[in-house]
């Protein structure tokens, strides 16, 4: 029987799903099961998945209509039998130790837990390559109870390079059955934060491991328009307030600070997300209007401290709803956005 089953969303990768799958029948650890959650793909995605499920027994698929990720992440928990889960998105692959070294490590501490180091990639070549270099993977680590809850947690409110994603950790079924309160208030961007972070509330045991066992593919949805962008950005502020308040009242200052400063760096985000569309120029203007009056806007940008760590034209344009100049600050952001994303695109085409 499995004892980790590995939950794959798929929604339109190509031909990059295969080195999703070939990584996972190459690993070393052979006590697995896949389960590709088909989102509705309309790019032969679906028939690749069947193949790959005739071709080995480990492998199940089903096809559901298209529903975003957080919703095909579910459904495979809830297909799913094994005491461990493990995400990975359909166009990234693992090292073939990656299951092996998260269950043994998993095993070996009890942990609710279980996390590694990644390289982010732009294609198959892993190359250029970049490692998280913070001072959580420097070394092995067990965090338990309060210390999850005093060192890893905050990263959450702060946007510490402790990784916020799903994929590189290995958690307990139980864990995650028990888990998607936050998530469930969050359309797209932010549900791997807010899904971990309330999980990380809950575990009582973390392990680190600083061995680097998963590959990221950079790229993808989050650097084209979202337009739930800002609807995330204001309720994931909101459960962050929440959590303060619940969890770490006697640092209330602190972290609010964290949360409001995480807020007005992702409304320049929102600003820039508004020129990557085909939104009419009184339609974005509109959208950012309807932002400068927003109550969470209004009190990041009205706390002394944190507009302080802002140029003050900035919080003064959002204080008075100057659309003129956050308009032009938004495209300023997006057109030198543009060097990258070429170059970025470029190099993912690269591959073997």
């Not at 099961?33 to 509705?40: F, R, S």
């Not at 619940?246 to 992702?266: E, K, P």
């Not at 985000?269 to 508004?274: D, H, Q, V, Y």
């Not at 939104?279 to 002394?304: Q, T, W």
Request: with cysteine; glycine share 6%.
């Amino acid at each position: 029987m499995s004892k980790v089953d590995i939950v794959v969303p798929v929604y339109n990768p190509g031909l990059k799903l295969h080195a999703c799958i070939r990584s996972i029948r190459k690993q070393t650890y052979q006590e697995w099961n896949l389960l590709l959650i088909d989102d509705g793909s309309s790019d032969g995605s679906d028939a690749l998945c069947m193949q790959y499920a005739q071709l080995d027994s480990r492998i199940l698929y089903e096809r559901q209509h298209h529903s975003g990720s957080v919703l095909a992440r579910r459904r495979g928990l809830e297909l799913s039998k094994a005491p461990y889960i493990l995400y990975m998105d359909a166009d990234d692959w693992g090292d073939q130790r990656l299951l092996d070294h998260l269950m043994t490590a998993a095993l070996v501490h009890s942990a609710d837990i279980t996390v590694c180091n990644m390289y982010k990639v732009m294609n198959e070549t892993a190359w250029p390559r970049r490692s998280n270099d913070s001072r959580y993977f420097k070394q092995k680590r067990l965090y338990e109870a309060d210390e999850i809850r005093s060192e890893l947690v905050p990263a959450f409110l702060h946007g510490h390079p402790f990784p916020p994603q799903l994929h590189g950790k290995l958690y307990k079924r139980e864990l995650l059955l028990s888990s998607g309160l936050y998530a469930s208030r969050i359309r797209f961007f932010g549900d791997d934060l807010f899904l971990n972070l309330e999980m990380f509330l809950k575990a009582q045991s973390v392990m680190i491991i600083p061995d680097i066992l998963y590959y990221y593919r950079a790229g993808g949805a989050t650097s084209r328009y979202m337009p739930h962008l800002f609807h995330d950005m204001v309720n994931g502020f909101l459960i962050q307030k929440e959590v303060v308040e619940s969890h770490y009242r006697h640092q209330s200052y602190s972290h609010y600070f964290g949360i409001r400063v995480m807020l007005l760096n992702t409304l320049r985000t929102c600003l820039r997300n508004l020129f990557s569309s085909r939104l009419p120029e009184g339609e974005r203007r509109s959208a950012i209007s309807e932002y400068c009056a927003h109550p969470a806007v209004l009190e990041c940008a009205g706390d002394e401290r944190t507009a302080a760590y802002f140029p003050e034209r900035y919080i003064h344009a959002i204080q008075n709803g100057d659309i003129n100049y956050l308009s032009r600050l938004g495209k300023r952001d997006y057109q030198r956005s543009l060097p990258k994303k070429i170059v970025m695109y470029a190099i993912a085409k690269i591959s073997f």
